[in-house]
């Protein structure tokens, strides 16, 4: 709670920042917002690959809600590592993961508050093609969303692992986590993508980041595969976790705490 | 000038030296440039596969669009991003700005070809080919004046795009250091990629006047691919000439104020 506080006060000065940064993130919205109007306007088409216009666009309104959980530059391992920083937390008495884990919950939970303005000029915007959820799914959302941001963190904390042993992973980290939103449906609805390539997509673990969130907000699933959801990505996180913590036990025996 | 493209010369060459030394991170940074660039088309070919026309754009009439876009920002990525980038971050704050007025070349544009990145340059052929692809599939020609007219706004809109950069950084300080700043270009490439008339009328009408973004896209696409309108010519050399000196004026005042302290 103490580090938490702390953290909470050491990220105030940057909330303009951060605020002004959410208002400009408002941009992808609109921008996806007025395209899939005008694509469903201009074909004459009421469904398009089992979505309607309120549809997507309720897709996009999730999508930019989910986005805020985003943890790229909100975890500092691989920062930390690489700078010798590091050696700082190793002799305190903490434990260090839970602390990595905190840092993005304490950003993350000052952009929510943030965001939340840029939340209602979307809505403002685009009210009147919302397909809003029931408040119980609107809850499952909210869990779900929860279970996103686990998933994310101990996704790319495992990814941070490896900067003791291979050095700065910043740019594999984007790479692997723009990669990673692409696959998950963050740009465009994964049943959007024809064939065979579609079905992959909705096969792989990606699809929790944001496809799987997304549609629980439009109501697409019951709440038998919600909860099948849920589990699905407790076994993956397992996964991330006992990999980062297997790496992250390995790499100390490379870390020389020098820094570059 | 002839300085100047010396200087550029000097400083590309020192990129690649450095480069060739860090492939490995170059490499991945190149891929998350070139991914970019495929998401952006991805879009466009997932929105084509529901639709034939995007705001009455015919498919290879929005990969023209597109295609200039990313040609406009890949060179700029490659040239002025990461300079201006720490201008906005690093020089103001830690007083580094000290070292680019000491030099015998305007500081302005010193900063912001300090730090090219010539790994940037490699969505540049995709994207080229993409255009060139597009063009050999309208199903009308293009006439040299269509072309000529084009040359003439790509150069402007080149440079447009730098001075809007400028304009949205330099407050930079006053308010010392802030990563929105940056962003502000970044996300409007968004908005630039699609043809402006999907959007409402006052988005149409800011983009093209107060923030004039469709005017490095939309109207110098819009001129190579239909009837080539003088009026939309002037009004983008006019704004063109209007930013810059906007710009200009905005970095002197901003360069009064820098108190050369740092952090």
Redesign the interface.
């Known amino acids: 709670m103490v580090y938490f506080k702390k953290s909470i006060k050491t990220n105030l000065p940057y909330s ?3 605020f ?2 959410q208002i ?2 408002l ?2 919205f ?2 996806f917002f ?2 899939w ?3 469903y306007e ?2 004459d ?1 009421l469904v ?2 089992g979505y309607t216009l309120s549809g997507i666009i309720t897709y996009y309104f999730a999508t930019e809600l989910v986005f805020r959980f985003d943890v790229i530059g909100a975890i500092y391992l691989n920062w930390d590592i690489w700078d010798g920083y590091f050696t700082n937390w190793l002799i305190k008495p903490i434990r260090l993961t839970f602390l990595y884990i905190l840092d993005p919950i304490v950003e993350k939970t000052l952009v929510i508050i943030l965001a939340l303005p840029t939340i209602l000029i979307s809505y403002l915007i685009a009210r009147n093609f919302l397909d809003l959820p029931s408040l119980s799914y609107f809850g499952l959302f909210l869990i779900t969303v929860g279970f996103t941001f686990m998933f994310n963190i101990l996704f790319n904390l495992m990814l941070h692992t490896l900067c003791f042993k291979h050095g ?1 992973q910043d ?2 980290i ?2 692997i986590n ?2 990673s939103w ?1 696959l998950a449906g963050a ?2 609805p994964l049943n ?3 064939g065979i390539l579609g079905k992959i997509l909705e096969i792989l673990p990606f699809k929790y980041l944001m496809y799987f969130p997304v549609n629980v907000f439009l109501g697409k699933y019951s709440p038998k595969e919600i909860v099948l959801g849920w589990l699905t990505m407790a076994v993956w996180m397992t996964i991330f976790y006992l990999l980062y913590k297997k790496i992250f036990r390995n790499g100390l025996k490379y870390y020389t705490g020098v820094g570059r | 000038m002839k300085k100047f493209w010396k200087i550029n010369y000097i400083l590309y060459r020192n990129a690649i030296r450095r480069d060739l030394k860090i492939s490995l ?1 170059v490499l ?2 190149s ?2 440039h070139l ?2 660039g495929v ?1 952006s088309l ?2 466009v070919l ?2 084509y ?7 009455g754009w015919n498919i290879y009439e929005s990969l023209i669009l597109i295609a200039f876009v990313q040609i406009i920002v890949t060179l700029h990525s490659s040239w002025t991003k990461r300079g201006t980038a720490d201008f906005t971050e690093k020089y103001v704050r830690m007083g580094d700005y000290d070292f680019y007025l000491t030099k015998p070349f305007d500081p302005m544009l010193s900063v912001s070809i300090s730090k090219p990145r010539v790994y940037n340059l490699i969505r540049l052929p995709f994207f080229v080919a993409i255009f060139a692809y597009s063009v050999c599939h309208l199903e009308y020609n293009l006439s040299i004046i269509n072309w000529g007219w084009f040359i003439l706004l790509f150069v402007a809109s080149f440079i447009l795009f730098y001075a809007i950069r400028i304009l949205t950084i330099s407050p930079a300080f006053w308010i010392v ?4 700043l940056l ?2 270009t970044d ?2 490439q ?2 630039m ?2 043809p402006a008339n ?3 009328r006052f ?1 149409i009408l800011f983009f093209t006047t107060l923030l004039p973004i469709f005017a490095i896209s939309y109207l110098p696409v819009k001129v190579l691919l239909f009837d080539p309108k003088l009026s939309y010519i002037i009004y983008v050399i006019v704004l063109t000439a209007l930013f810059l000196f906007l710009a200009r004026i905005l970095w002197r005042a901003g360069e009064k104020r820098y108190g050369s302290a740092s952090s």
């Open positions: 303009p920042n951060f002004f940064t400009l993130d941009v992808f609109l921008t007025y395209l109007r005008s694509v201009d074909s088409t398009i690959s700065d740019n594999n984007e790479l723009y990669l692409l740009f465009f959007f993508v024809p | 991170t991945t940074g891929l998350v991914l970019d998401v991805a879009i997932i929105v596969s529901k639709t034939d026309f995007l705001g250091k802030s990563h929105s962003v502000i996300r409007m968004n908005i990629k699609y999907i959007y409402p988005f």
